[in-house]
């Protein structure tokens, strides 16, 4: 990422709310942010928009985080994109698929504050590619 253009970063959530406080926190942190409601309008909006950075919910109507975490990764001119999980499920098992898939890491709703998320996502925007 070039140094003086601001990190864009797509939250994907079904909770309205969610959305708008995360971007709100992230444009307070001089990003750039938009939302999208569920995971086949994130992926209809990167057929057409590139984003550094998605924080994908796992429990959504249409389809759930997990398998739009797959098709991004799986698809080569997404794949580059860092994806954290973003998710009210906190079972172990869940977090380690999410990883397996290739999401870097998991913010589970409720155990982390505002100011814990955005550590771990400018630790993530600041990591070097796998």
């Known amino acids: 990422m070039e140094e003086n253009r601001k990190a864009k970063i797509l939250v ?3 909770n309205k709310e969610i959305c708008e406080l ?3 926190m992230l444009t307070a942190h ?3 942010a938009n939302f999208v409601f569920d995971g086949e309008s994130a992926l209809e909006l990167l057929k057409h928009d590139y984003y550094d950075l998605i924080l994908l919910d796992i429990m959504m109507p249409l389809m759930d985080g997990l398998n739009v975490l797959v098709l991004i ?3 080569p001119k997404l794949a580059g994109i860092k994806i954290i999980m ?3 499920i906190s079972d172990p098992q869940v977090i380690i698929q ?3 898939y290739g999401a870097y890491d998991f913010i589970v709703k409720g155990e982390y ?3 814990d998320s955005m ?3 400018e630790k993530v925007l600041n990591t070097k590619e796998k």
Do not use: M, N, P, R
């Open 73 to 75: 990764k799986g698809d």
């Open 12 to 14: 994907v959530d079904d």
């Open 86 to 88: 973003l998710s009210a």
């Open 98 to 100: 999410a990883k397996q």
């Open 30 to 32: 001089g990003y750039e």
């Open 113 to 115: 504050t505002v100011e």
């Open 22 to 24: 995360y971007k709100t």
């Open 119 to 121: 550590e771990k996502i």
